[in-house]
């Protein structure tokens, strides 16, 4: 009995070509490592409104007016990272060739407002949250308009930006300090207003900017500790 032999062409035998089938195994596509990785991910991770946010922006969405959108969406400007980061850049260069705490104030502030631009991309690339400006009819009709992309509602940017500052400016006297925290805080809430972020999106992006400059200031140094009186004389002495 003749042995076949098989070739590219097929198996032989007894003067006839039979072809022959491929196996499965080498049909198979050759399956990467990160292949699996992408199709396992598990970001970005969805992020729920509460209850609590939900009933605040149905009274804005029902409530609103055009003026007050308007009013609210000029003023979310001084929020914005773009302009903060020309103001950061301007006062770090004024800083230059003045004290070190002056020269310490402007790297400080040119830090956390690079680092606070930065961080909520980060986030909002591993979040996913819809914008309450997109899930609303009635807030259109009342004088509302789209903010940013759809998705990036958590956390809240602007929010992060003026927590930062709220920190910084606890090393002020009374005075101007309050006068800066009811600037962030008033300024945060515009993004309530004109539904760009869920409440906790503010609330929360608000005290990741405070935590953020305080762990900042590690690296920079600010500020530096002034003596005081007591302290003078007792070096005198």
Same mark, same amino acid.
Do not use: C
């Given at each position: 009995r003749q042995q076949p032999f098989r070739t590219l062409a097929g198996t032989w035998r007894v003067g006839r070509c039979v072809p022959f089938q491929l196996q499965k195994p080498m049909l198979k596509p050759t399956?990467?490592? @990160?292949?699996?990785?992408?199709?396992g991910r598990s970001f970005p991770i969805a992020v729920r409104p509460t209850k609590a946010d939900v009933a605040i922006a149905r009274a804005i969405a029902r409530n609103t007016a055009p003026?007050?959108?308007?009013?609210?969406?000029?003023?979310?400007? @001084?929020?914005?990272?773009?302009?903060?980061?020309?103001?950061?850049?301007? @006062?770090?260069?004024?800083?230059r060739g003045r004290g070190e705490s002056l020269r310490r104030a402007g790297n400080h502030a040119l830090l956390v407002t690079?680092?606070? /631009?930065?961080?909520?991309?980060?986030?909002?690339?591993?979040?996913?949250?819809?914008?309450?400006?997109?899930?609303?009819?009635? @807030?259109?009709?009342?004088?509302? /308009?789209?903010?940013?992309?759809?998705?990036?509602?958590?956390?809240?940017?602007?929010?992060?930006h003026m927590g930062a500052l709220a920190s910084a400016a606890g090393t002020l006297p009374a005075a101007p300090?309050?006068?800066?925290?009811?600037?962030?805080?008033?300024?945060?809430?515009?993004?309530?207003?004109?539904?760009?972020?869920?409440?906790?999106?503010?609330v929360l992006g608000f005290a990741l900017g405070a935590?953020?400059?305080?762990?900042?200031?590690?690296?920079?140094?600010?500020?530096?500790?002034?003596?005081?009186?007591?302290?003078?004389d007792h070096a005198d002495t």
């Open positions: 399956r990467f490592p @990160g292949h699996r990785i992408r199709r003026a007050p959108e308007y009013a609210a969406r000029a003023l979310t400007w @001084g929020a914005d990272e773009k302009v903060l980061l020309v103001l950061a850049t301007a @006062g770090w260069i004024v800083s690079a680092a606070t /631009s930065l961080l909520p991309h980060v986030m909002k690339s591993l979040f996913d949250q819809i914008r309450p400006d997109r899930r609303t009819v009635v @807030g259109h009709i009342h004088g509302l /308009s789209f903010s940013g992309k759809r998705d990036d509602a958590f956390p809240s940017g602007h929010a992060m300090r309050r006068a800066i925290r009811a600037y962030a805080v008033g300024l945060s809430l515009t993004r309530v207003v004109v539904l760009a972020h869920w409440t906790s999106d503010v935590a953020f400059e305080r762990v900042l200031r590690l690296w920079t140094g600010y500020p530096i500790a002034i003596p005081t009186p007591k302290e003078n």
